[in-house]
């Protein structure tokens, strides 16, 4: 005779210890679960909620400079070390883990223009107002020692900005010309220039690393390869691009900060359309960095905020401010991708995290699944006009807010001004349509 008996596993539903969780069984059928899609939507609003009411980006300040923070400088193997250099000479080293200057040292007569670490991180070039490009070492000196670079080149042109090789030894320097130097030489290989004033910023390629561009007074960009005798290509804009930041997963692009208020980011195959123009600010923009991953920037503006927006997307996903915060000059992202640098006129240099709402410290494993679990949901449920508008809000300071408004009501009327010229045109002599995209780019030039 055969009996047939239920027999069940105890390791499924018993508990190891006292601490574990009860583990409960769970039907999946969703025939059974007639509610799923309401629950999830709240529990999704839920998360959105939450996700403003826990927005506190700001984490500490780092104050210390006795002048206006003008560059930062990123250490390239080391998480906790930013190298910051301000208007009066001054350049310090920040040790961010335990919030304190940990060295600083006058390095120029006049701004300090431009920082960069080589590529092993053992050494620092700064290049300031006094024609000088510097070479310190990373390490502190002993007790006792004073602090003396350990080379001093000094240049026939004016230095506004300095960026390095990520692979090998050479620098490169912009002002009057573009120079192209080796650290073991104390005169540049290379001297490229194309009917320029002046260069104002420069920046190496973190892919392509023999491509490097910069921007000019002339409101132009212009692209150089150090093995070549001449530049490649330029392209001018209707206003000045004040910095220059290459995507470091998608080599071939790049985004300029302009003094019309927008970020243009550019195709270096195609130079005369900018993918992607990004709004929000109403001031100059002054400096932009990519995030390591590179798929979010961050910018700096005039107007006294710093905006984080995504690479694919026109408008900010987030905007900092402080009641104290001055102009903004320099902004940085740090290579773990958690925080945001940013550097401002009042001797200031902040640190904000990335994702405003992400909790910092230990983050135990039922914590993670569950973060994970809301923002599956708050993706989900993203396109829901009640969800996105609490997303989106944000608290500006008033005087952002009346030049938002301003902007937008002058906008508005060049819209009308350009329908009524159309509406009382002859059609042989019609207007043209012109992107928004392809107003701000002149001309291309080879």
């Not at 060295?103 to 050494?123: K, L, P």
């Not at 310190?136 to 670079?149: R, S």
């Amino acid at each position: 005779m055969k009996v047939k008996m239920i027999s069940r596993n105890p390791d499924n539903y018993v508990r190891e210890t006292k601490l574990q969780q009860h583990k409960m069984p769970r039907n999946y059928d969703p025939s059974l679960h007639p509610l799923e899609g309401p629950r999830e939507y709240v529990r999704a609003l839920n998360a959105t909620k939450l996700d403003r009411v826990f927005a506190k980006p700001f984490v500490c300040n780092l104050s210390g400079h006795r002048d206006g923070v003008s560059c930062f400088g990123k250490h390239p193997k080391q998480l906790s070390t930013l190298a910051t250099g301000a208007y009066d000479g001054e350049v310090r080293i920040w040790d961010l883990a335990n919030r304190i200057s940990s060295r600083n040292f006058v390095a120029h007569d006049g701004f300090v223009r431009g920082i960069a670490y080589t590529q092993s991180g053992g050494r620092i070039f700064t290049v300031g107002d006094d024609k000088t490009i510097k070479v310190w070492k990373a390490e502190a000196p002993e007790v006792g020692e004073d602090e003396v670079p350990v080379n001093t080149i000094l240049s026939k042109f004016g230095l506004h900005g300095i960026s390095h090789n990520r692979e090998d030894n050479k620098f490169a320097t912009c002002g009057e010309v573009c120079a192209i130097w080796d650290e073991t030489h104390n005169d540049p290989l290379k001297t490229l220039k194309w009917g320029v004033d002046t260069l104002h910023t420069i920046s190496y390629n973190p892919v392509e690393t023999s491509i490097l561009a910069c921007c000019a007074s002339d409101r132009s960009i212009i692209l150089y390869d150090q093995r070549e005798a001449q530049p490649l290509r330029k392209v001018v804009l209707t206003m000045k691009s004040n910095k220059l930041s290459w995507n470091p997963m998608e080599a071939f692009n790049f985004t300029v900060a302009n003094e019309d208020c927008n970020l243009y980011t550019f195709d270096t195959r195609k130079l005369d359309t900018p993918l992607k123009v990004h709004f929000d600010h109403v001031s100059a923009v002054t400096d932009v960095d990519y995030s390591p991953t590179g798929k979010e920037f961050v910018s700096a503006s005039y107007d006294k905020t710093i905006r984080l927006y995504n690479a694919h997307h026109s408008h900010s996903r987030d905007i900092y401010h402080t009641k104290r915060m001055q102009h903004v000059v320099c902004v940085a992202w740090s290579l773990d991708n958690r925080y945001v640098f940013s550097g401002s006129d009042e001797m200031n240099v902040r640190m904000w995290k990335a994702k405003a709402s992400e909790k910092l410290g230990v983050i135990r494993p039922r914590e993670r699944v569950n973060f994970n679990y809301q923002e599956a949901l708050k993706q989900k449920y993203a396109a829901h006009p009640q969800i996105k508008r609490i997303a989106r809000h944000r608290q500006v300071p008033r005087h952002v807010l009346s030049a938002q408004k301003k902007m937008r009501t002058v906008k508005e009327k060049e819209q009308v001004k350009e329908a009524n010229v159309r509406k009382h045109t002859k059609k042989s002599k019609q207007v043209p349509y012109v992107s928004e995209k392809k107003k701000h780019v002149l001309k291309e030039e080879v």
